[in-house]
Structures are given as C-alpha cells and as structure tokens.
C-alpha cells in the first residue's frame, strides 16, 4: 500500500479537511474546532464537575494544552472555571449561558458536517461505518491502558 492510502493516513487527511471546513465555518464565530469540542464535552457534562485531568484524559492531551483552551473560551465569555467544591487545588470547568447557547446553536453545522462526511454512503454502510470506527477507538484506547 501507498503512504497516501494507508488507513492512518486517510484518517489523518479525512480529520484535517474536517478540521479546514469547520475551522472556515466557525471563523465568524471566534471558535475553532477544538474549542468546539470542548464546548461539546462540557455540555454533556453539565451535571458532573468537569476537572482538567478529565479534560485532559479524554481529549490526550497535556495540562498546558487544556489550561491554553479554557483560558482561551473563558475570555470569550463562554466557559468558567473554578476551584473544585470537593476542595484541594483541583480546578472545574464549566459552560456559561452563552457558552451552551453557542453549542446548542452549533448543532445544525456539526449535523451538516456528519452528512457530508457520510453522503457517499448508503445507511448500512454508515452502520458499519460507524461500528467499525467505535471498534479500533476503543482497541487503541485499551492498547494504551
């Protein structure tokens, strides 16, 4: 196989045009796609304290990282942080109003971004499509455990 049709690099060229689309998109907005997705993990957390290190856990990334994104959305007005009420130096983060207005108001882009992902393929192809991706996820996410 070639260097350009090796599954890691279609995944690689497949997430960066994603990325370009998305990060076009949402330029009106002031946000990038990881700032997005950080928005998306706090609002599914909205009932739970959301810590740095879960941040970090579930996105792979370094504290520095984490720290540089919120502190980015939190300039923005759209998430807060806090010392953890559990107490010690563990830090929370949470959606503002407008934060979680922000990413209810994303949904039709991530939907419209999904679609064109899978138009080239009928229902039980994206079924599989999407079992497939879930299966090497969690294989890679348990090789590194």
Do not use: W
Not at 104 to 121: F, H, I, K, M, W
Not at 123 to 130: D, G, K, N
């Amino acid at each position: 196989m070639g260097s350009n049709t090796e599954c890691g690099m279609l995944i690689k060229r497949i997430n960066d045009r994603i990325a370009q689309m998305s990060n076009n998109e949402l330029r009106a907005s002031e946000l990038t796609l990881s700032q997005l997705r950080y928005l998306e993990y706090l609002y599914d957390q909205q009932d739970m304290e959301a810590h740095f290190k879960d941040l970090e856990a579930f996105f792979g990334v370094s504290q520095p990282t984490v720290v540089g994104v919120l502190k980015r959305l939190e300039r923005k007005g759209l998430v807060s942080t806090q010392l953890s009420a559990a107490g010690g130096n563990v830090k929370t983060a949470h959606l503002t109003e407008k934060g979680k207005a922000l990413y209810e108001d994303s949904r039709t882009y991530r939907n419209g971004v999904e679609q064109t992902l899978l138009a080239p393929l009928d229902a039980q192809e994206q079924a599989m499509f999407h079992e497939m991706l879930r299966k090497v996820c969690m294989h890679l996410e348990e090789s590194q455990e």
